[in-house]
């Protein structure tokens, strides 16, 4: 089966994909999940559920932990050369339907508890946290 990547149009296709993230995390490979976390600057949030989503994991319609692991075993990219997962477009496209990413201390410190509650005290460990960058649904 073919893989497809097209971007996120709608809200209630990022609010689907956040959803779909917060309750893989668990059963994910524990290693993509905090790569997946170490790489990621752009986070989306869900004040409905309190739940948290990387903008490059979220930004595609119908992304899952399957698709995503998938993808990056198979080195896919994204017509640059670039990392299908890089983020750049997908952080454009969900600041177009969202609103523009910025900091918040605040997110910031419930993205940490979320993951610690989720995975673990040792998840964000060495992890620049102060690059996270947020919107909200």
């Given at each position: 089966t073919s893989l497809s990547f097209d971007l996120v149009t709608r809200r209630d296709q990022l609010?689907?994909?956040?959803?779909?993230?917060?309750?893989?995390?668990?059963?994910?490979?524990?290693?993509?999940?905090?790569?997946?976390?170490?790489?990621?600057?752009c986070w989306v949030f869900d004040p409905e559920t309190n739940c948290f989503g990387p903008g490059k994991f979220v930004g595609y319609i119908g992304m899952d932990f399957g698709k995503?692991?998938?993808?990056?075993?198979?080195?896919?990219?994204?017509?640059?050369g670039h990392s299908l997962f890089h983020g750049g477009k997908t952080k454009k496209r969900i600041a177009q339907i969202l609103s523009p990413f910025g900091a918040n201390e605040d997110l910031r410190d419930r993205l940490t508890d979320w993951f610690e509650s989720q995975l673990g005290a040792d998840v964000v460990t060495n992890i620049a946290t102060a690059k996270w960058i947020f919107t909200a649904l």
């Amino acid at each position: 089966t073919s893989l497809s990547f097209d971007l996120v149009t709608r809200r209630d296709q990022l609010q689907q994909n956040v959803k779909t993230f917060a309750t893989g995390i668990r059963t994910a490979d524990r290693e993509l999940v905090r790569r997946l976390v170490a790489t990621t600057s752009c986070w989306v949030f869900d004040p409905e559920t309190n739940c948290f989503g990387p903008g490059k994991f979220v930004g595609y319609i119908g992304m899952d932990f399957g698709k995503y692991e998938r993808a990056k075993a198979e080195n896919w990219t994204a017509g640059s050369g670039h990392s299908l997962f890089h983020g750049g477009k997908t952080k454009k496209r969900i600041a177009q339907i969202l609103s523009p990413f910025g900091a918040n201390e605040d997110l910031r410190d419930r993205l940490t508890d979320w993951f610690e509650s989720q995975l673990g005290a040792d998840v964000v460990t060495n992890i620049a946290t102060a690059k996270w960058i947020f919107t909200a649904l």
